[in-house]
């Protein structure tokens, strides 16, 4: 039996739905030993959702929010030591992500860049553990999108039986993985474009709800195709890969533009369509870059989604779309698990090779670590 190498994973994602964590074995495959989460205070969530966009004295605003975060990530580590009764000695190294509250990649210039809030000194400090974070910026660096770099994990872990599969994470976006049977063709992966982050913010406008549970207000509504027809005109969706998105495009102003174009449209149908638009757009891309795949894996919280699984479900009759908790990893664990291993390859200095999803000039190590 192989001596256990121990790591936590920390994500918090565009969802802005709170932190989630795991401790994992990642000495033979990746076998996760606890889960913990934990909400954003209400006042934190405000400020990183504010934060997205252009304010008022940005710079000590999100540095005091990215200390705040550090104190919530602590939280769950120190819920994760406790299930697990193991001592912070124990742990080789914590991945960080921190909080998305701006990206662009390949702009300004040409390089651009991805800015995650996070703090990682002070994590070390507050565990006394090992802290690797700053996972994009390398990438984009190299010429890279910087995002998504969860691929190379859902490959390592998802694509060992030999089948062509698609992993989709629905999360704040929607990214899309495709991993090929024999490996013939280079690993796809890319943001596809709104997952939930439309669907949140529309509900918790108009119903001071987090998010719809189980897509249940979205399924009372009506499609409005004129709606649909004219969000699907974001030039986005016709862009090939490599690409990724965030909350610098998709978001409640980007929607309100769309809507003020219409008159009357009922608040439930909107939520219908913003539904509608996660699937379809998704659906667009499996067809376009993974039609070989029967089987479509689903993580994030948008795993939760009952009535957007059976649109994807409905709108892909050939595949068999199931949640990642059938292959032994609950949707909510799954990219936290995958910053865990990340966290590993910058430790061992292992180059991630993600030209053919970011469009890095070449495989480059990931990831910045901070001794405890």
């Known amino acids: 039996m192989s ?3 121990l790591y936590i994973g920390l994500m918090s994602g565009t969802s802005l739905d709170g932190v989630d964590g795991v401790l994992a074995d990642l000495s033979e495959g990746c076998q996760v030993l606890a889960y913990a989460s934990a909400p954003l205070p209400l006042a934190l969530y405000a400020e990183l959702l504010a934060l997205n966009q252009v304010g008022h004295n940005e710079l000590h605003r999100a ?8 104190q919530v990530y602590a939280q769950v580590v120190k819920q994760l030591l406790t299930q697990t009764q193991r001592p912070a000695s124990q742990i080789r190294a914590i991945g960080a992500h921190g909080q998305t509250v701006r990206h662009q990649p390949q702009s300004h210039g040409g390089t651009g860049y991805t800015l995650q809030l996070c703090n990682p000194a002070l994590l070390a400090e507050l565990t006394h553990i090992d802290v690797v974070a700053d996972f994009r910026s390398r990438d984009v660096a190299a ?3 910087g995002a998504p770099l969860v691929p190379v994990f859902h490959q390592a872990i998802f694509g060992r039986d030999g089948s062509p ?6 999360g704040g976006m929607a990214n899309l993985t495709v991993i090929d049977a024999h490996a013939s063709q280079p690993l796809i992966g ?14 918790h406008q108009h119903r001071q709800q987090a998010f719809d549970a189980e897509g249940a207000w979205a399924a009372g509504g009506q499609v409005h195709h004129a709606l649909l027809d004219r969000l699907l005109t974001e030039p986005y969706f016709a862009q090939p890969a490599p690409k990724s998105t965030g909350r610098d495009l998709f978001n409640l102003a980007w929607l309100d533009a769309h809507l003020a174009h219409f008159d ?3 608040l439930q149908d909107v939520q219908a369509t913003l539904a509608e638009l996660t699937a379809s757009t998704c659906v667009a891309c499996i067809n376009s870059y993974a039609k070989n795949s029967r089987l479509i894996l689903v993580c994030g919280g948008g795993a939760f989604n009952t009535h957007l699984l059976q649109r994807l479900q409905a709108l892909l009759p050939a595949c068999q779309v199931q949640s990642t908790a059938t292959q032994g ?3 909510l664990q799954v990219e936290a698990a995958a910053f865990a291993w990340l966290a590993r390859q910058c430790v061992w200095r ?6 053919s999803i970011t469009g890095a000039q070449g495989a480059r190590v990931a990831g910045g670590i901070y001794p405890a």
């Open 143 to 145: 010429g890279g999108q």
């Open 329 to 331: 990893m609950p949707p």
């Open 264 to 266: 009357g449209i009922a």
């Open 190 to 203: 890319f943001d596809c474009g709104p997952g939930n982050v439309l669907m949140d913010a529309w509900c």
């Open 350 to 355: 292992q180059p991630l090779a993600l030209q």
């Open 165 to 170: 599969t698609a992993v989709l994470n629905l």
């Open 63 to 70: 540095a005091l929010a990215a200390n705040a975060l550090m």
């Open 3 to 5: 001596t256990p190498e």
